[in-house]
């Protein structure tokens, strides 16, 4: 079976803005529809350059999110793609995260990568440069603290020692760690701590080399069960959004996802035979208002994915 996850409305990224009833709306209709997660975005604090405010200028708080959709939905994994590791207090986060682990009945995915956006972390008082330190020390930070008490941790940037930290996680030892990047040092993360690792859409070719990479990050360091990967990949349906379909543009011409139901099924199924990928992370582009995303999750779930498991 293809594992399908999605993600909600939650920042005005999809082309129309992001509300609370859109979002539990949308996160209901996956559960309804057979996704195995959601995941949601993270931002705190936004830059006005052209790349950030118009998608994430209005971005919902991922944690807050994920507590009001636990409370309405009974199945469907929640999780963040991703949380900003770095620019967060970790001992506060992994608290956060353990207490949604077990209001929601065990169905945490914490999804973590070290951010992009200098400027973000500026304002909110972090170098830039200490992400990727700092998002490594963290997670082992996290791990110590969803441990058994009393908690110890000496690291670079926090130490301390006899600390008590509950509730611990409902899932054990802990929630799913799922990493983002493509980058070498954000492999090597993957391989030291996640479960799965979720890069953005790229092509197959470079999905390979970096899977490759991977292994050979997990040999390096004795890890015999390879993180899975689960791709970021997006979907443009023709005859929901108005864009043209393979009947009027060259395949050369059409963007990867974008067309018709068996159309993106057929490009989800070249990744299949090409990188092994049994797992992906659908993001809906192109979308103009909600009711559009919602008929473009039911196209997706009842055309597209009996396609891709033949």
């Known amino acids: 079976m293809v594992q399908f996850s999605f993600r909600p409305p939650s920042a005005d990224y999809l ?25 949601v975005n993270d931002h705190i604090i936004v830059d006005g350059s052209p790349r950030a405010l118009p998608s994430w200028g209005n971005t919902f708080d991922p944690l807050m999110v994920l507590s009001y959709v636990a409370a309405r939905t009974s199945r469907i994994r929640l999780g963040t793609s991703v949380l900003i590791m770095p620019y967060r207090n970790p001992v506060a ?20 990568g070290v951010g992009w956006c ?10 830039f440069h200490e992400r990727g330190a700092r998002t490594t020390e963290y997670l082992r930070l996290w791990q110590a603290c969803w441990g058994a008490d009393p908690v110890m941790f000496q690291g670079q940037f926090l130490s301390f020692d006899n600390m008590f930290i509950k509730p611990k996680p409902l899932q054990q030892p802990h929630p799913p760690l799922w990493i983002g990047g493509s980058s ?21 070719a470079h999905l390979r080399e970096c899977q490759a990479y991977l292994r050979a990050a997990c040999a390096k360091i004795g890890r015999q069960d390879v993180p899975i990967t689960r791709m970021s990949f997006r979907v443009n349906f023709s005859e929901v959004t108005g864009s043209p379909s393979r009947d009027a543009t060259t395949a050369a011409e059409r963007p990867i996802g974008q067309g018709t139901p068996a159309q993106v099924a057929e490009d989800l199924r070249q990744f299949r035979h090409e990188t092994g990928l049994d797992a992906f992370q659908i993001n809906f582009n192109g979308c103009k208002s909600l009711d559009q995303l919602l008929t473009s999750m039911t196209l997706f779930m009842q055309e597209v994915k009996p396609l891709v498991e033949q």
């Open 15 to 39: 082309g129309f803005e992001a509300t609370p009833e859109g979002i539990i709306t949308a996160a209901c209709k996956a559960e309804e529809l057979g996704f195995d997660a959601l995941l």
């Open 93 to 112: 986060t992994a608290k956060m995260l353990a207490t949604l682990d077990q209001m929601s009945g065990g169905r945490v995915i914490a999804g973590v």
């Open 118 to 127: 200098e400027a973000e972390f500026a304002a909110l008082g972090v170098p």
């Open 184 to 204: 070498h040092a954000a492999l090597r993360r993957a391989a030291a701590f996640a479960q799965v690792w979720q890069p953005t859409q790229m092509s197959p």
